[in-house]
């Protein structure tokens, strides 16, 4: 029986459909895609906070949950208006002692200095971080995701939108790849694939897209340098801090 190039045509392309889909299949099976549970296990930050982070009496902090803190993230002055702002009843009663006694005032003066600079030295201490890589397949030579890469996404953004890593304030995602082909081309790629996961999560989960930086590395840092060509190099890492 003689096949029409028509037939011929369709079941070119319902093979080459199956061979794409076996593909991801076996690309999904070896691939391990972590949960939200265990995301959230790897990126918790500590819930201890300095002094410096506690929210001044009378006040009143909205906030949505996780990272998803969108402009509405704001300090609202407490009901009634003006009555709940000490500060502005400070300066008369300086005014009054300085006119009482002019030499005397200036030796207080001091204390609120030095209380301001161990204040200061307070919020100076090391940013808390966490990192955790993760395997997102992209189609080859691609900043296209696969359908399995979305799925490691999902978990990401479920797991910082999570009331778990509501103290998580910027999240860094670094794009790596092995060291096939020329540096100048890694590193485009690299920026590529770190951009569209930024993308994916920040539209999807409606996650500020200030608090998320994409950042490309090429391979100049390889997972594993003993393996510069191997696939453990391809990968997105995710940094969080608070």
């Not at 001044?56 to 407490?78: C, F, I």
């Not at 002692?97 to 002019?102: E, G």
């Not at 989960?205 to 340098?225: H, M, Q, W, Y």
């Amino acid at each position: 029986m003689k096949i029409s190039p028509l037939s011929k045509f369709i079941v070119g392309g319902i093979t080459v459909c199956l061979s794409a889909f076996s593909v991801e299949v076996a690309l999904a099976q070896a691939t391990k895609v972590m949960s939200k549970e265990q995301m959230i296990e790897a990126l918790r930050l500590d819930k201890a906070k300095g002094p410096s982070a506690a929210a001044p009496a009378g006040t009143r902090k909205v906030k949505t949950r996780g990272l998803s803190l969108d402009d509405d993230e704001q300090t609202n002055a407490p009901a009634g208006g003006g009555l709940g702002a000490p500060a502005l009843t400070s300066p008369p009663a300086q005014a009054e002692l300085s006119l009482q006694a002019p030499v005397a005032a200036a030796a207080p003066a001091a204390a609120p200095a030095q209380s301001g600079q161990a204040a200061q030295a307070r919020n100076q201490a090391p940013t808390q971080q966490k990192s955790i890589d993760l395997d997102i397949p992209f189609e080859f030579n691609s900043d296209r995701m696969t359908l399995t890469g979305m799925q490691i996404l999902d978990s990401l953004g479920e797991a910082l939108t999570s009331d778990a890593l509501a103290n998580v304030k910027f999240v860094v995602l670094e794009g790596h790849t092995d060291a096939v082909g020329n540096a100048a081309y890694n590193q485009g790629l690299s920026q590529r694939r770190a951009e569209a996961a930024r993308r994916y999560i920040t539209f999807k989960f409606r996650i500020n897209s200030g608090r998320v930086n994409a950042i490309g590395k090429g391979f100049t840092e390889l997972a594993d340098p003993s393996r510069p060509h191997d696939a453990i190099n391809r990968r997105v890492r995710v940094v969080v801090s608070g």
